[in-house]
């Protein structure tokens, strides 16, 4: 049996509240699953259906599973470390609370007996397939219009003296040197 994953970390809600709903879908086909989830008038509703939709996305394009033979095996709703904070007192006093998270991991397992397509061959890493060689000079002029990130700077580097200015100038007005 193949066992797909997926994985929500630090929702801001506390595991107590998830767990009502999680029970709910548990063992159910996908599909029973996301009805189950979209009249459940719960808060968390629409955030596991998201879930459940990541988790059926990744055995679509990472093992090639259809949807119909796909059940939920699996829901662990573990708790978060949670933020502590503090709301102002009587007296100069404060009163501590936490903010509570939860962690879910949610499994899909394949119906027994069900035909599973066989998991394309993966490409070898080391082709060369889509690098081009860049000359020194290129490489100058390809740093020169990028920042560190990588994106496009808006300007060119600013001209040293009036004449280069309105050479610059000039050249963006026509598109040639």
């Known amino acids: 049996m193949i066992e797909i994953r997926a994985q929500l970390r630090n929702l801001r809600m506390s595991p107590k509240k998830v767990r009502l709903v ?10 029973e699953a996301f009805t189950r989830l979209q ?12 879930l459940l939709k990541s988790a059926v996305a990744n055995a679509r394009n990472n ?8 059940f939920v095996k699996q829901v662990f709703v573990n708790t978060a470390k949670p933020l502590k904070r503090w709301k102002p007192a009587a007296f100069g006093s404060v009163h501590t609370f936490k903010k509570h998270g939860t962690h879910i ?27 081009r060689t860049v000359s ?15 994106r496009q700077k808006k300007h060119d580097a600013a001209p040293k003296s009036a004449d280069e200015h309105r050479e ?3 050249v963006r007005k026509t598109g040639e040197k």
Do not use: C, M, N, Y
């Open 39 to 50: 009249f459940t008038g719960k808060s968390v509703s629409p955030i596991l259906s998201k």
């Open 168 to 170: 610059v100038k000039q």
């Open 22 to 31: 999680t029970d709910l879908i548990k063992g159910l086909p996908v599909a």
């Open 63 to 70: 093992s090639e599973i259809h949807e119909d033979v796909l």
């Open 105 to 131: 991991d949610l499994i899909l397992g394949t119906k027994a007996g069900a035909k599973i397509a066989a998991r394309p061959k993966e490409k070898a890493q080391d082709s060369k397939e889509g690098v």
């Open 136 to 150: 020194a000079d290129e490489a100058r002029k390809l740093s020169a219009r990028t920042d560190i990130g990588g």
